[in-house]
């Protein structure tokens, strides 16, 4: 928890030296985006808020942070509730590809049913995101691998995860 911190801490604070180098056009090279989701079906649902902001260094480098927050349940099974937060960098070697890595801390908290006999959970996952993506405009659609996967304490079911990013 400590290094997401410092890490999000120095991202902010590169930013806010630049912003006051640059500031009447800092918020030119600020762009938005950010991911939701919703899942649900016969006693389950997943819910997803995960906004998240880039500063465009140039065309071929950009640096961002993301908050993720996400509510799960299943009937008579088990309620989760994940937040934390990322630190994401993009590079364009050429305008259609884009290579980026990220790197996730969650709070995982997992709240079981008394009849299942399984102790309730809280603990930090952390994730590093290695990923390649064809980029068209605003949006690149893509594949990324977590290089530090668990499969016991992953939220996500599989280290390959495509991904969809579109920032404004």
């Known amino acids: 928890m400590k290094n997401t911190a410092l ?4 991202c902010i ?8 180098e640059h500031s009447s056009n800092f918020w030119q090279h600020v ?15 997943s819910g997803t808020l995960a906004p998240s902001a880039i500063y465009q260094f140039n065309s071929q480098f950009a640096l961002g942070v993301g908050l993720n927050g996400t509510y799960n349940s ?11 937060g990322s630190v994401i960098g993009l590079y364009h070697p050429i305008k259609e590809l ?6 996730e801390e969650l709070n995982v908290s997992r709240n079981w049913e008394n009849n299942l006999n399984i102790k309730d959970q ?8 290695v ?3 064809y980029r068209t405009r605003n949006v690149t659609v893509g594949i990324r691998f977590d290089v530090l996967y668990d499969e016991d304490k992953s939220i996500y079911a599989d280290p390959w995860m495509p991904f969809v990013r579109v920032y404004f």
């Open 122 to 129: 809280n603990y930090w996952y952390p994730a590093l995101f």
């Open 7 to 10: 890490v999000v801490l120095f």
């Open 74 to 84: 299943r009937k008579d099974y088990y309620k989760s509730t994940i937040l934390g």
């Open 98 to 103: 884009q290579i980026s890595t990220e790197f």
């Open 131 to 133: 990923g390649a993506g």
């Open 13 to 20: 604070g590169l930013l806010s030296a630049n912003a006051q």
């Open 31 to 45: 762009r938005f985006g950010g991911g939701i989701g919703l899942s649900f079906g016969d006693g389950f649902f």
